[in-house]
């Protein structure tokens, strides 16, 4: 490094390529955004403009080959990670990636492999444990406060479903959707998941099911510390992002509730109201996006380990991988039959 700030290339200008560049930008001042790349040159430019990033490329090689870039962002659609990891640590770049890493565990243990023969650092973008209540839930299991746990509710419900060429490409909701709230089950029970049972159906619209998707399911899962948790989840709650969390543990319950645009309610002669909870990711998890790349500057600036790490990536896909592999054969999945021991 040779700087002492962390010059940033971010490859994809995209939904989450936009929000990681405003926080670069706008937020961060120990980072430099410095160049982008999109596939798409106008939405490169689009972001380049907004965000006042110098330069502006079509071809992510660009970004790779630039020796003033210490670190790349990946913000391309999930089939190229694989691939960019590799390329970005032969390269000798730090990384950031979206989660998730890859569909398939072969190609991510390749990555995997490239990153720790570059001796870069790589961070997976599972940003929800950035967010304050999850990590205030996460502490109160680990300090022993809610002595023993026993149960989890996961409730992770989007607003509405994204386009149909996005789940085609999606890998389905598992690798797509769950994979957050596998990550969160882990983070917060501070114990591996041995064995889970999912269960799928197709509720809000035909057209996911001809794309061989779920938009519904319920995911039983059995940790090796002896909890037991639930994720529920479905691509559409009419009334917005619905994203809590439930501990039940032998000294007490600890939980989390939805985010909302303001606190004010509503009292009429009829009713209590209040208003709809923050609609979306770029809204409801906006600190914990910045909080997320915060954390991987520092880490890289100061040679520290990241806290979300490769292995973590991998975890989340061996338990979406188990969970396709339940709703097929309708039966409790272990996740050992998926390949969890990582190489
Ligand atoms: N952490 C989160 O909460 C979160 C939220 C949304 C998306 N994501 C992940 O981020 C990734 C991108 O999702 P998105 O919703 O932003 O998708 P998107 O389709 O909105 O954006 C992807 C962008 O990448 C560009 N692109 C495609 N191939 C490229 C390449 N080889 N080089 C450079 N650019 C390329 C596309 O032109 C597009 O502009 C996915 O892996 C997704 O799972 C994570």
């Given at each position: 490094m040779t700087s002492n700030k962390l010059r940033i290339g971010i490859i994809g200008?995209?939904?989450?390529?936009?929000?990681?560049?405003?926080?670069?930008?706008?937020?961060?001042?120990?980072?430099?955004?410095?160049?982008?790349?999109?596939?798409?040159?106008?939405?490169?430019?689009?972001?380049?403009?907004?965000?006042?990033?110098?330069?502006?490329?079509?071809?992510?090689?660009?970004?790779?080959?630039?020796?003033?870039?210490?670190?790349?962002?990946?913000?391309?659609?999930?089939?190229?990670?694989?691939?960019?990891?590799?390329?970005?640590?032969?390269?000798?770049?730090?990384?950031?990636?979206e989660k998730p890493i890859d569909h398939s565990l072969s190609k991510i243990?390749?990555?995997?492999?490239?990153?720790?023969q570059a001796r870069v650092k790589l961070q997976i973008g599972f940003n929800r444990r950035f967010d304050t209540n999850f990590a205030r839930v996460h502490n109160a299991v680990t300090s022993g406060e809610l002595g023993t746990p026993h149960l989890m509710h996961i409730v992770s419900r989007d607003p509405a479903p994204p386009p149909l060429p996005y789940i085609r490409?999606?890998?389905?909701?598992?690798?797509?959707?769950?994979?957050?709230?596998?990550?969160?089950?882990?983070?917060?029970?501070?114990?591996?998941?041995?064995?889970?049972?999912?269960?799928?159906?197709?509720?809000?619209?035909?057209?996911?099911?001809?794309?061989?998707?779920?938009?519904?399911?319920?995911?039983?899962?059995?940790?090796?510390?002896?909890?037991?948790?639930?994720?529920?989840?479905?691509?559409?709650?009419?009334?917005?992002?619905?994203?809590?969390?439930?501990?039940?543990?032998?000294?007490?319950?600890?939980a989390t509730e939805n985010r909302f645009p303001n606190q004010v309610t509503l009292s009429t002669g009829s009713s209590i109201q209040r208003d709809l909870p923050l609609n979306f990711f770029m809204d409801r998890y906006a600190e914990s996006f910045e909080s997320e790349l915060s954390a991987f500057v520092q880490a890289v600036l100061h040679d520290k380990p990241v806290p979300v790490t490769g292995q973590d990536g991998r975890a989340a896909t061996v338990m979406a991988l188990a969970a396709r592999k339940s709703v097929e054969l309708r039966r409790p999945v272990q996740l050992e039959e998926v390949g969890h021991s990582a190489p």
């Open positions: 200008a995209g939904r989450i390529g936009k929000v990681h560049s405003e926080t670069l930008a706008f937020r961060l001042p120990d980072a430099i955004p410095l160049a982008i790349a999109d596939v798409n040159l106008d939405a490169a430019s689009e972001v380049a403009e907004r965000c006042h990033i110098p330069r502006v490329l079509r071809d992510h090689a660009d970004i790779l080959k630039d020796p003033e870039v210490d670190a790349v962002l990946i913000c391309s659609p999930t089939e190229t990670h694989a691939d960019l990891i590799i390329s970005a640590a032969r390269a000798g770049k730090h990384i950031f990636c243990d390749l990555a995997l492999q490239a990153v720790k490409a999606s890998g389905g909701i598992f690798l797509d959707m769950t994979i957050h709230d596998f990550d969160m089950a882990r983070f917060l029970a501070g114990s591996e998941v041995e064995s889970l049972y999912a269960s799928g159906a197709v509720r809000i619209d035909k057209e996911i099911e001809k794309a061989g998707d779920l938009d519904t399911a319920v995911i039983v899962l059995h940790f090796k510390n002896g909890m037991i948790g639930t994720i529920d989840n479905s691509r559409q709650a009419v009334y917005g992002y619905d994203q809590r969390v439930e501990i039940l543990g032998s000294k007490g319950a600890i």
